[in-house]
């Protein structure tokens, strides 16, 4: 692992320009998303934007047809936490039933399955499978993000934690590390949007 560090901080001068941009913005992005305020979505727009391109560039299909969805998710964001209330903090954090989590994993898997066939069968995409299974679960997260709702953090979590892997062995350092950090940073999240959901919950008996 160490070996592996010192080879990254020897390799900084082949990241490149868009990808470090593109990381700083989506470090923003979720220390904002953290935080419950709207900036999350703009710092998303740019990162996804720039992604786009670089994942196209590594044979990762789906993660680049996926960032167009982020960018479109991230103006839906914008939407939907403004809508009726003029401010991220005043819309509620809710949450799913298990029953909608278990149709909406059994679909991913289903999806993931048939789209992981046909980049096999058609294309020379890295990761098939486990490309398309990221990408899946990552639009189900993206949306629960979108709407506020608890659960997502725990659907980025094991995301994250594979794409770690994937964009490593696709030469995509930086990102990798990326995803290291927001590995680090879940559980704040998931604490920050708990804590969140209780006041509410609280409030709404008194």
Do not use: C, P, Q
């Given at each position: 692992m160490a070996s592996s560090i010192?080879?990254?901080?020897?390799?900084?001068s082949t990241w490149t320009p868009s990808e470090i941009i593109a990381v700083c913005f989506a470090v923003l992005y979720l220390l904002l998303a953290i935080r419950e305020s709207i900036w999350c979505w703009f710092c998303a727009g740019i990162s996804t934007a720039i992604y786009v391109y670089l994942y196209f560039d590594a044979k990762l299909y789906m993660e680049s047809a996926?960032?167009?969805?982020?960018?479109?998710?991230?103006?839906?964001?914008?939407?939907?936490?403004?809508?009726?209330?003029g401010g991220a903090k005043k819309i509620p954090v809710t949450t799913y039933t298990p029953k909608?989590?278990?149709i909406a994993l059994g679909a991913i898997v289903i999806l993931a399955l048939g789209s992981g066939f046909l980049l096999t069968r058609y294309t020379d995409a890295a990761f098939p499978y486990v490309d398309s299974a990221?990408?899946?679960?990552?639009?189900?997260?993206?949306?629960?993000?979108?709407?506020?709702?608890?659960?997502?953090?725990w659907y980025w979590f094991?995301?994250?934690?594979v794409s770690i892997v994937v964009y490593w062995s696709r030469g995509l350092e930086l990102t990798s590390m990326l995803f290291v950090l927001y590995v680090i940073l879940i559980p704040f999240g998931l604490v920050a949007w708990t804590r969140s959901w209780r006041n509410q919950e609280v409030a709404a008996r008194v």
């Open positions: 010192s080879e990254l901080l020897s390799d900084l996926l960032n167009l969805f982020y960018f479109a998710m991230a103006i839906y964001g914008w939407s939907v936490w403004t809508s009726d209330t909608t989590h278990a990221t990408t899946f679960a990552a639009i189900w997260s993206t949306f629960l993000i979108a709407r506020k709702v608890l659960e997502n953090w094991v995301i994250d934690i």
